[in-house]
């Protein structure tokens, strides 16, 4: 044992030598195993934390897996099926048919 939070051995030792002598004998093994419930219960919370948190860290790359490997779905307007995609040169541009829709829309600017 190296160090225990920045404390060496030598140190460690003369806390333990001066909580006997401050509580005795009778009071330091109530003392010392209250201390280790406590770290006990530290541990116990912090493994169930990490558990829970490497659980939402694994839900979220499947969903971010999910995501990125399926194509995504875009709703478009039945009007859309009437379009014509552009030729891959992309030089030229096909004209959507006209629609009363967009003839109301024109007729309305004006």
């Not at 558990?51 to 490997?69: G, K, L, N, P, Q």
């Amino acid at each position: 044992m190296d160090s225990l939070f920045g404390i060496g051995p030598m140190e460690l030792a003369f806390i333990f030598l001066l909580a006997f002598i401050l509580l005795g004998p009778r009071d330091l093994p109530r003392l010392a195993y209250q201390l280790g419930r406590w770290i006990r219960q530290a541990q116990l919370l912090y493994e169930e934390f990490r558990r829970e948190w490497e659980a939402e860290v694994r839900e979220a790359s499947r969903e971010i897996e999910r995501a990125t490997s399926e194509p995504p779905e875009v709703a478009l307007p039945p009007e859309a099926a009437a379009y014509q995609l552009p030729p891959s040169s992309g030089t030229t541009y096909a004209n959507p048919p006209t629609t009363e829709r967009s003839q109301d829309r024109e007729s309305s600017h004006t």
